[in-house]
Each structure stands twice: as structure tokens, then as C-alpha cells.
């Protein structure tokens, strides 16, 4: 996944339960379809933004819709599960607000952007996408967004490193 190690993506029963419940009612329970494809959707995202709230987290903005809003997911990188070190899914939800995505964009967190997935959220929120992002820079006039070539490209060279990696 980009922006992340190369790490297989686990979550805890808990989140599950969290998620397939609507966390015990607060919010709409996410459907069993879109968390069996939840690898794919995180994997294939329509953006991702820094976490406000923790510090080496990413929040997925995901192609997939529920009747309360765009489904996002909450990824932490390196994080322990059992004895083994996974990006650990923190927490999954629809987000109904679509100027939280704004929010995000002025704020200088967003690290990637479809633009083809994702025109309709992405224009709602009423902001133009060429506002450049470097990873880690949070000021928004100076950061390069990273786009769907960036993600092929990177994909790329990391399909070589793990043939080159098998040859030694």
C-alpha cells in the first residue's frame, strides 16, 4: 500500500465487531460486502490523508459508498499483532460530511488523490487538487500530492525489488 512498509494489513476482532456493528449502534454498521473487499479498497484508494489524531496512521478515503456517506478506514503502519509487525486497520466507518474532505486538504494532509476515482467527493469538497504535498511537509503550498502514476510507479518498483530480491 502506499505510504506504508511493505506489511500483510490485519485487524483485531474487535475492530471487526466495531465495524460490522456500527461500534454498537453510534454510527451505521459497515456491510459484510465492502469489509470482504476492504483489502482491495485500501490497496486501490481514492485518497489518503494523514491522521489528525495519531502519528504514522493514515485515513484511506476508499471508492466504496454506504447510504451514510464515502467509507474510510483508518490504517497504522508497523504496528505489533501477535509476534508479527502488520498494518493494523484501526477502525472503518462512513464519513457523511463531505467538508471534512476539505477539511483535510486545507489542513495538508492529503499525501495522494485519484482524481479520476474520486471527482465527485473530491470536487464536492471545493477544493482544487493542485496544491502539491511532500510527505511529512504540512504546508500545503509547498507539498506534491501523489497521484494514480505515482501509485503504478511505486507498485512498480516494488514488484522489481522483490524479483531482484529472489535472484540473490
Known sequence: MLGFPDLPLRMTAGVFQKIATGKDGERDAVPLRVIAHLPELIDEPMALFDSASVQGALVVLTTS????????????????????????????????????????VRAGRLRYADEKKGSDILEVSGLALNCGAEPGNRNPSTR???????????????????????VD
Open 65 to 104: 459508498r454506504v447510504a451514510s456517506g464515502a467509507v474510510i478506514a483508518a490504517v497504522l503502519s508497523n504496528a505489533r499483532d501477535a509476534n508479527t509487525t502488520v498494518n493494523l486497520v484501526t477502525s472503518v466507518y462512513a464519513k457523511e460530511r463531505s467538508d471534512w474532505f476539505a477539511e483535510q
Open 144 to 166: 506534491k500530492v501523489l497521484r494514480a502514476e505515482d501509485l503504478r510507479n511505486f507498485r512498480t518498483a516494488q514488484r522489481a525489488a522483490r524479483l531482484f530480491s529472489l
